[in-house]
């Protein structure tokens, strides 16, 4: 399994995934225009900007959203339900059929029993706050990865115009929901980026806190030991993925810092989410001002300055265009 579902199915069982099947909506043209120069206007007027990102700005990189209507949990709840479905439907069969058949007359043989299988087939220590957001290491390990749970895929555009935002301080920070590393793959510097969720590619030392962003999926969940160890001097701390489950806490360090960066400025871009995970979706009501930019609505719609309802992709090559920025 790869991609967003290998992330997923690692993840416990959880009930409350929230809500899932949104559908979603598009600005017309005429009206997508007007919201993309109002766009530009507010970035530019703006001395400190944050961009807060989710799952949409990833899926035109073959990775799935969760909660869109081909979402990992919106197909999950859809699967589900049809398997509610049929097991009624065969129970109420199964009952009409018992009444219409008659008792064998010269056997006690019991007839053939029917069976449905009803079994769910779906597979489903915290670290020390000690690490600074800029010690991260790029290697490759040297133990083979332990499998290809999340595939490598190229950053999108979304991605690329972020990073080059950020180069040119056109964006002061980065807030991002995401565990797939694409950030980090386009260039935006760890000491920018608060990851809020964990992220697949990247382990961590228990002992020092220095971070490696490797070259495959690290696995596992929960601050789980990865079988590496730390390569820093002296050190030899036991390394850990950083992936969230449903209960973890959030990296202290990191979302301390989103919270601070969105006190501080006077826009946030919530790009690709549908502010429903707790408590980062509520990171840009911090904020002066902030944008959405997502196809489904969100919780916060009516508070926002803005909400384009349009492919994230194009409302930032759109925005580039008129920074006058090349990707």
């Known amino acids: 399994m790869s991609g967003s579902g290998g992330y997923a199915a690692r993840l416990s069982e959880y009930k409350n995934k929230g809500v899932v099947g949104l559908t979603e909506r598009f600005d017309s043209s005429r009206v997508l225009e007007s919201k993309l120069d109002r766009l530009h206007k507010l970035l530019v007027s703006s001395k400190s900007v944050v961009v807060l990102t989710g799952a949409g700005i990833s899926t035109s990189a073959g990775i799935p959203d969760f909660r869109g209507p081909k979402g990992i949990w919106t197909l999950e709840e859809k699967a589900k339900a049809e398997k509610k479905r049929a097991k009624r439907k065969k129970g109420s069969s199964s009952k009409a059929d018992a009444k219409k058949q008659k008792t064998p007359a010269a056997s006690d043989e019991p007839g053939s029993l029917v069976t449905v299988d ?21 290697t490759a390990a040297t133990t083979p990865p332990p499998s290809d749970l999340f595939q490598v895929v190229p950053p999108t555009p979304t991605h690329m115009a972020l990073a080059k935002l950020v180069q040119l301080n056109h964006i002061d920070y980065i807030i991002t929901q995401n565990v797939d590393g694409l950030h980090l793959r386009s260039g935006v510097p760890r000491n920018k980026l608060s990851i809020l969720h964990g992220d697949c590619f990247t382990e961590k030392c228990e002992k020092c806190g220095y971070e490696y962003f490797r070259g495959f999926d690290i696995g596992g969940v929960s601050f789980r030991k990865t079988g590496r160890t730390c390569e820093q001097p002296g050190c030899e701390g036991a390394l850990r993925d950083t992936i969230l489950d449903w209960e973890d806490e959030l990296p202290e360090e990191d979302f301390g810092l989103a919270e601070d960066k969105c006190d501080e400025a006077d826009l946030v871009l919530a790009l690709g989410t549908s502010l429903r995970i707790i408590p980062a979706g509520q990171l840009p009501l911090r904020a002066k001002k902030f944008v959405v930019v997502n196809l489904q609505k969100t919780p916060y719609d009516d508070k926002a300055e803005l909400v384009i309802a349009a492919k994230v992709d194009e409302v930032m090559n759109d925005l580039c265009s008129r920074l006058n920025v090349t990707l």
């Not at 220590?125 to 957001?133: E, G, I, M, Q």
């Open 118 to 138: 009803t079994t769910d087939d779906s597979s489903t220590s915290p670290l020390p706050s000690t690490a600074t957001a800029t010690t991260i290491a790029t």
